[in-house]
């Protein structure tokens, strides 16, 4: 009797530590839903630089529309692109969750 309660002691902590190594049967995916802000633009001012709502946001060349896309929360911005003192664009725009906008810079 006591050799059966070890073997079915043993058989179940065995399935035990089996049913810890199993690999997860669920996988979530967290979507980002900001507005993105890109650039239609010439390469030749990819260097000008871009500013929301008056803080920095990087090169313009780091945004090109089908390439890069700053990312932005809901709500209306300034959007602002100079290349050193000349000012490309300023516009001010509504962007919501999901949208995708594209300026074009002359």
Known sequence: MRGT???LA???AAAGLAGCVLEPTESH????????????FD??????????????SGRLGDFEDGKGALRV?????VVRVVDGN?????????????VARAFAVR
């Open 10 to 12: 043993g058989a179940l």
């Open 29 to 40: 995916r967290v979507v980002d839903q900001r507005a993105q802000i890109s650039f239609l």
């Open 86 to 98: 000349q000012t490309l664009l300023e516009e001010r725009a509504y962007l919501g969750n999901g």
């Open 73 to 77: 929360i809901a709500g209306t911005h």
């Open 5 to 7: 309660s070890l073997l």
């Open 43 to 56: 390469v030749a001012r990819a260097e000008a630089r871009v500013q929301v709502d008056g803080l920095d």
